[in-house]
């Protein structure tokens, strides 16, 4: 049996609504923007509550260390503190559980929510301050004297296995994996190409940094935390526990979030105090992060160390390959557990026939900030290292990198394919794709021959530009199930609740779409109400590329149990077989018969209203609970173009022109799509070329102000040209659905390596990320002359149309 | 076909509860109480939110005019004002609108949320002040101005019908209902008895004032109401429809209720008021209402005016009774429409048989506060006179006044009995009743006899005492239905979300207990969501002593299904048939072997996570929605015995002893039903002794202060003997409940005028409510002798015992 059998979905996979009708794949406005454009948001620092207090985090400043004493008194004594609390304070409630591990042994390395014994990083929580004024904490919190045996910090993850704290190694766990017969592959091979890579530590940096404002209403016993983000419910649920409460007593609130990417919406230490402070303290309690405590605190992310090896044939085909990496964790495991680590090792092999793999994730605790998934996490790290593979594969083989990608790349009819491994607990079976295609499209777009030509020329006439391409396989739609709610109200508004969450990337007009287009509906009279905990029993928040495909089939589910409902009611109304019937506009109405009596949705809703004894027969209430269900993720794809021209002074990268091509097998909003790859790729590149924690040999962090941390501005944005394509709609469920956020950032650093090098004129010169100026100015001080052109076909240069909006 | 085949409940009426395991019918304590002794209430006037902005309301000092000018610029120009609204500002949004009349044509008696072109009673608003402090609000209310033209107050419901305002009659319907030949019954009567009755005006005033703070939330678009109370759904539908909002956008939240009664929660200008400011002006406004406007402007009741005659034959049975009475409606016809009216033309029968019955409501405005619903609405009224006319049969057929009573009950066989009567809409369908039965436990447990021979004694000695007895039927359970959704989470807490309102009768505990006792845990395990209209889709709010019955047979419902739901899962986990398994303490287990493994009901939840592929073959989640429908309202019944002793030197009525006995079908929770009967009875007792809303002939009102408007205090409250039965349970619904929250009231005036009749020894002298000392003083005086006692057979004093809690 195909695998695709098992997951074939429920449903009518075609659609009822009039061509003129659609909804889905129209790039209508934002429904978030309403809000937003007239200063309407409401961010975590926009919530206040009468009598709340603020709390303010004290952190250590040494990086590893054995904590002696926390003298609080001359804080106490401060007008207007409140309470101070260190960790003896918290010590009965337990640390940051896991949500996404089942590796044994792990718990050890867990956060408690302020320091016991040890601290592991600087920057970590060692007291808490609470007072009636966020000045008032801020001055009370440099009281607090911490008495902290230093202990010699351990920065390197490459470093041999040591003991991290008493009975606890540096590293609790290797991710394995693999399939295959690697050893022969190797011994037969014609060629093996061995790589030494490293992707430096950066991670996502909301323009709004974190904040939580708790409150306990006595009068209810209701805790509830405002604020929150990405995972509400499932912190909601690990929140009662810690707190001993149910979590039918506790309730969290997504405001507007000012940014995602993975980073917020954690459960976090401060997120744990500001509720065990509104409990105990009986007032409610307010923290909002610094920029400084951002760059420290929050997640960081990516930090690997590949060593990866190639065994090729004389074609450049792929018979086998081997990695070992070394993932930097930080001080403690987070929330992830080692699910980076692990989805670098599951996805490394991106869109490529790799007949034996083998790969060890040593899974490495260091003192700095722990680190945990960042858009497109383990993908961004593991396709730099994938495709800079491929062109030392070309390289050794005397190809060109486009034919030795073709040559191994899984063809479409090799779909559904499936990759004898896992990742995200679940097998990878890569569902749909042209992966041939989508790169004949791209090399077209960019009239790929021109543009080398033109490089070429310029080259000759002695600048230093370059253009890379890096090819990848991205993943979305994790399942198990998602569920949303429908009501039409009497008015005629229809509310769509959902447990998923809204961190900017526009999923409430992309369900209100989909919803709009299945019910007949304007999509701007749809409610979306999402990231209450107390709207809906179940949610998954806002993660892992799954809304627009796990929200959005479970949106179509109830939205199509809703119009069925409709049609019911509605043809015994008007007297009109329901299958003759159908919704336009809020309006039900015989097909094809625009001027006949019809009944509207509010009419309907009132018809079923339980005050009415006329609805015998229905259920009450013109609303639908739609549940989908998915063993397996799906697997959009695309490919990244990057051209480059170095400056010879300075060594700064400029990024001339670049193209990303994305199947998102069915585009529900183009405009949204473009706008989450190109903002997506911002990170990408901050991550190529600018943003990295930096550390010094003590363990001090370097990169705490946006002066040191780099973010990519409008400055450093290159014209970006996006290319959308439908070729490959998932079969795994009905409206054929991908995700699409993190499509723009994958492949960022790999095609800027690649371009860097062509610049460069020197094939593999680039073995880490970010490449820094210095690095650059170092490469182009020890170039000899210019290296033949590898892609020795091309022809002409990047025309003018493709560019970005 | 018998009504009650029509009306057979679904379901199983049995219950499978061990009995050592009941929770209904204990005197468990209340939920409730755990916040309230605490401190930890959270009323109206606790609710704030930064920037809120103080309403204060200007109210017309005149009965009756016409609106020449509202001058508010000398107000407008106080520092912290913000906004000052008079009628034309708010001309766009209509009148307040119906909630339960069909009667058409009274729409131009609407109130609108400010006057418009006349004041119709001195109270009512005029203009609305806005301001950043309450004091500041209240001094620039009183800078407003307003040019009246007065107009001459019409404050007598009995005058001829005339013009109210131009085009609108002082008379805008009369309800007129009967059934029978009453022209016959008269012509063939042995006798006729004619009575002239009134009721004075008064109502529920709660110890918490009215209060309500609303504010918008421009980042969802929700519009948030706190302080609401009674009606929540329906007030959030009318509100959403008066400002052009969906319903979905308006959510109501219900705090603690400082007292209901009736009046409390009903929709007021007040309340769309500071919803509306909250919109116009974008900042949350707070408005609490002070006492003198609480006596001025919150629904008044009761006044209403009975023209009353019965045909008797010689035995002093019923032939036909006519009555016409005029109701006192006040200025406005507010949300009940002539709803108090109806239900007093419907019910007034009580449980007595009556062959021939014809009534004539008059409904009159007047230049008074308007009025509706409060506790008892109509009965307490109708049973005043129907109780007076069967003292009056007995006197004129010369009877005592039980065998009267007895002759004219109906009896118990011809239960189900149908009168050919409607009222709130449903036909009048006693559904059990043992009214006989109750009489005679009623007269054992007073010790009627031996009683009444005491207080002959004391007579003779020279002490006005006497004794007196009302019977009553009470109603409650109106339908047509309800919903209740339960949820366990993985915690093993229960949840219970419902549209009914708590306003402090006990509805959490109730709900509460009928929930632990089909679920099988502990009823303080259970958290009650109520009184919230964001959390389910409808609901029906806390009035018509309909919530136990009809919210606690949902609750019934849902609790069955969640427990079969809970029962199959086990089934599998324990490999034991369903049948065999029951919950008990929230433990699944094998019948019969307390040693036995189970699961609890936490392990259920977990199982049926969504989370989990487990639960296969389950809908996800241990949750069920129960719904109960019925057509028909129930009758509980009752009887009032009061003992009074006169002061003949200061008229004053000395309440000695009072019993209340009523027979509710099953009692879940006695303790409470007490709580409601004593507390249902002071307010009975303020409107028979001391309560009333004085006009002078200016239509200037008296009474809006505690030192005029005299509430019963814990000096007036007599000791109270309870008896409550549960002799003929509801056929409507299959714990056969019925409601407990208005019997105490009910019939506390009648019993109260027989009682101070005997004790004047002047049957029929007491003709009107509230029996004050000046009347006890004028009846004495022109007292002649003593008259002969009609209760013939009396032997005894009623024993000591008969005493309250």
């Known amino acids: 049996m195909s695998p695709l059998e098992i997951e074939a979905p429920a449903g009518d996979v075609s659609t009822p609504v009039d061509p003129a009708d659609a909804v889905i794949g129209k790039s209508v406005t934002r429904l978030e923007d309403r809000a937003l454009v007239r200063g309407e948001g409401c961010f975590a620092a926009d919530v206040n509550f009468p009598r709340q207090l603020h709390m303010r985090i004290v952190r250590s400043q040494v990086p590893h260390g054995r904590v002696l004493a926390v003298d609080a008194e001359a804080a106490r004594r401060m007008p207007g503190v409140i309470a101070v609390w260190s960790g003896q304070d918290v010590a009965d409630i337990p640390p940051i559980p896991f949500r996404a591990t089942k590796v044994q042994g792990l718990e050890p390395y867990c956060q408690p929510i302020l320091a016991q014994s040890h601290v592991r990083y600087a920057g970590e929580p060692v007291a808490a301050v609470f007072a009636t004024d966020p000045y008032i904490a801020e001055d009370a919190a440099a009281l607090v004297e911490m008495r902290i045996e230093t202990l010699p910090p351990l920065m390197d993850a490459r470093d041999e296995p040591q003991e991290f704290l008493p009975g606890l190694s540096t590293e609790p766990t290797v991710i394995r994996k ?458 959009p794809y695309g490919i990244h173009v990057a051209q480059v021209r170095l400056d010879e002074g300075t060594g700064i990268v400029h990024i001339e022109k670049y193209l990303v091509s994305y199947d998102v097998g069915r585009a529900v909003n183009p405009k949204m799509i473009e706008g989450q790859i190109v903002g997506g790729l911002a990170q990408g590149l901050g991550g190529a070329l600018y943003e990295q924690f930096n550390y010094d040999a003590a363990g001090q962090p370097l990169s705490t102000t946006f002066a040191d941390y780099l973010m990519v501005t409008a400055h450093e944005m290159p014209p970006v040209d996006v290319m959308i394509t439908e070729d490959a709609p998932s079969p795994l469920n009905p409206l054929g659905l991908k995700g699409a956020g993190e499509g723009g950032t994958n492949a960022a650093g790999a095609a800027i390596a690649a371009a860097v090098d062509d610049a460069l004129g020197m094939p593999g010169a680039i073995d880490r990320l970010p490449v820094l100026p210095e690095d650059v100015l170092r490469h182009l001080s020890t170039r000899t002359s210019p290296q033949p052109d590898p892609h020795a076909s091309d022809t002409g240069g990047m025309p003018d149309s493709a560019k970005g909006p």
């Open 178 to 635: 693999g399939y295959g017969d690697v050893e022969s592959a190797f011994s037969a091979a014609w060629a093996q190409v061995d790589l030494a890579l490293s992707v430096g530590r950066h991670s996502g940096v909301p323009l709004e940094c974190r904040g939580a404002v708790a409150r306990y209403d006595a009068s209810r016993d209701v805790l509830e935390m405002h604020g929150a983000a990405k995972k509400s419910h499932w912190n909601r649920d690990e929140m009662a526990k810690m707190l001993g409460r149910s979590p039918a007593s506790v309730h969290l609130y997504e405001g507007h979030v000012g940014g995602g990417f993975g980073v917020r919406g954690e459960l976090y230490p401060e997120d744990v105090l500001v509720c065990l402070a509104a409990l105990r303290l009986r007032r409610p309690v307010k923290w909002i992060e610094d920029r400084r405590e951002n760059l420290l605190a929050t997640n960081h992310s990516r930090e690997q160390y590949h060593y990866i090896s190639a065994a090729i044939d004389s074609d450049g085909r792929i018979l086998g390959i081997r990695n070992r990496f070394y993932h930097s964790q930080g001080g403690y495991v987070r929330t992830h557990g080692p699910r980076v680590a692990d989805m670098s090792a599951g996805l490394l092999l991106g869109p490529y026939r790799v007949p034996a793999y083998e790969v060890a994730g040593h899974y490495r605790l260091t003192n700095k900030t722990p680190a945990a998934t960042y858009r497109a996490p383990g993908r961004y790290e593991t396709t730099f290292v994938r495709e800079r593979l491929m062109d030392a594969i070309a390289q050794k083989a005397g190809i060109d990198p486009i034919t030795v990608r073709r040559r191994n790349l899984i063809d479409k009819t090799e779909m559904p394919y499936e990759r004898p491994l896992d990742a995200l607990g679940v097998d990878v079976l890569l569902d749909s794709g042209d992966y041939a295609g989508l790169l004949d499209k791209t090399l077209a777009r960019v009239g790929w021959d021109g543009v080398r030509a033109d490089l070429a020329r310029r080259r000759a006439a002695g600048e230093c530009v370059g253009m890379g391409l890096a090819m990848f396989v991205e993943k979305s739609g994790l399942g198990p199930s998602d569920v949303v709610r429908l009501t039409v109200d009497r008015s005629g508004c229809v509310e769509l609740v959902t447990g998923a969450g809204s961190v900017g990337q526009g999923m409430e007009t992309a369900l209100a779409q989909i919803c709009a287009h299945e019910l007949g509906v304007d999509y701007q009279t749809i409610r979306v109400v999402k990231g209450r905990t107390d709207q809906i029993e179940f949610g998954n928040g806002a993660h892992a590329s799954r809304v627009t495909v796990m929200s959005g089939s479970a949106t179509q589910i109830a939205a199509r149990k809703v119009r069925a409902k409709a049609l019911d009611v509605a043809s015994k109304l008007l007297g009109v077989a329901p299958d003759a019937l159908h919704v336009r506009h809020g309006v039900v109405r015989p097909r094809g018969d625009p001027d006949a009596a019809g009944v509207t949705l509010a009419q309907v809703a009132s018809y079923l209203h339980p005050s009415q004894k006329t609805s015998e027969g229905h259920a009450p209430g013109l609303s639908a609970e739609g549940w989908f269900y998915s063993e397996h993720m799906n697997y």
